[in-house]
C-alpha cells in the first residue's frame, strides 16, 4: 500500500465517523440553565426516607441540628443528591482552608496588615509555631499601629477558614466597638493577621503590653459550615500563657450565633474581663 491509497482510506474513515449512526441516541442540547446549587439547600429542612411512618416527627427535630440525618438511601447506598452535597460541602471545607482572605478584605477596611512568620500556607498548616510569632518587621508594624499600653486591642486574623472571617469578622467586629464605646471604651485600629494562629495574639500582647486583647479568627470548617468564627479573649496574654487563661465564643456563624449577637456578647464579656482582671478560669 502506498502512501495515495493510505490517504485514501484514512479521508474514508473520517468521512464514515462523521455520518450519524443508525438508532444512536440523541444527544443532549445545552439548554442554557444552570444546575441547581445543592450548597443552598437547608439540610435542616430535608427529610428523605421514603415511605417512613413518623417523617414529620422526625423533620421536626432534625430542624434543631445540621447533622446528617434522616439522608435515606438506595439499596445499601445514599442517594445521589446525599452524596452530592457530602461531597460539595466537603469540598467547600477545604477552599477555605487552603484559600487565603482576598486583600480587599483588608485594603478596604482600614485594617493594617502583617504576618506570621509563615511564608505560605503549606508552612501554616504544618508548622503551628510559625503562626504564632511575627519577624521584626512584622514586630514593628504592630508597635506602630496598636501602641503602647493599650487597654484593649481586637486583632482578626485568618485562621484555619477564610471564608468565616469574609462572612462574619466585619458585622462582629462594629458590634464589639459599638459594645465598647457604650462602656466607654475605645478601641483604636483592628490589624489583620495573615497565616494566624491563636497564639499570635500572645505575641502581640508581649510586644504592646495590652490589658486585654480580643482574636476574631477562622476555625478548622467542617462539613456543617466553612464559615465558623471563633472569638478569643485573653486578659495580659503573653507567649507560653495556658490555654486555660482564655475565654472562647465559638459557633459565629449564620446558622449557629449570627455575628452581631456574638459581637455584643463579646463587649459585655470584655467589660467584665476589664474590671475583674481575668479571663479564662480565672474570670469564674
Not at 503551628?128 to 503602647?148: H, M, S, T, W
Not at 486578659?235 to 459565629?252: A, L, Q, W
Not at 450565633?257 to 476589664?274: F, K, R
Amino acid at each position: 500500500m502506498d502512501k495515495q491509497e493510505l490517504k485514501q482510506m484514512v479521508a474514508q474513515l473520517l468521512r464514515e465517523l462523521e455520518q450519524p449512526v443508525e438508532n444512536a441516541p440523541a444527544q443532549p442540547r445545552d439548554s442554557g440553565e444552570s444546575l441547581p446549587d445543592l450548597t443552598k439547600l437547608d439540610l435542616r429542612q430535608e427529610y428523605l426516607v421514603e415511605h417512613s411512618e413518623n417523617g414529620d416527627a422526625f423533620l421536626r427535630l432534625k430542624r434543631k441540628t445540621p447533622a446528617r440525618l434522616g439522608l435515606g438511601r438506595c439499596g445499601a447506598r445514599y442517594k445521589t443528591l446525599s452524596m452530592l452535597r457530602f461531597r460539595a460541602d466537603h469540598a467547600a471545607a477545604q477552599d477555605s482552608v487552603f484559600s487565603l482572605v482576598e486583600p480587599s478584605f483588608y485594603q478596604n477596611h482600614d485594617l493594617p496588615f502583617v504576618q506570621t512568620m509563615c511564608k505560605d500556607k503549606d508552612q501554616y498548616l504544618t508548622r503551628p509555631d510559625l503562626g504564632r510569632k511575627f519577624d521584626e518587621k512584622n514586630q514593628a508594624v504592630i508597635r506602630q499601629v496598636c501602641g503602647q499600653n493599650p487597654r484593649a486591642l481586637l486583632v482578626i486574623g485568618d485562621g484555619l477558614s477564610s471564608n468565616a472571617i469574609t462572612a462574619n469578622a466585619l458585622d462582629c467586629a462594629a458590634a464589639i466597638r459599638q459594645g465598647l464605646k457604650a462602656y466607654g471604651i475605645e478601641l483604636g485600629k483592628s490589624l489583620f493577621i495573615q497565616y494566624a494562629r491563636v497564639g499570635a495574639m500572645d505575641h502581640i500582647g508581649q510586644l504592646t503590653g495590652a490589658e486585654l486583647i480580643c482574636m476574631l479568627v477562622g476555625e478548622r470548617p467542617g462539613l456543617a459550615t466553612s464559615e465558623s468564627m471563633s472569638a478569643y479573649l485573653t486578659y495580659k496574654p503573653y507567649p507560653g500563657i495556658p490555654e486555660s487563661k482564655r475565654t472562647v465564643v465559638s459557633n459565629i456563624h449564620r446558622q449557629g450565633t449570627p455575628a452581631v449577637e456574638a459581637g455584643a456578647h463579646i463587649a459585655d464579656l470584655m467589660h467584665t474581663m476589664l474590671e475583674k482582671k481575668a479571663s479564662g478560669i480565672d474570670l469564674r
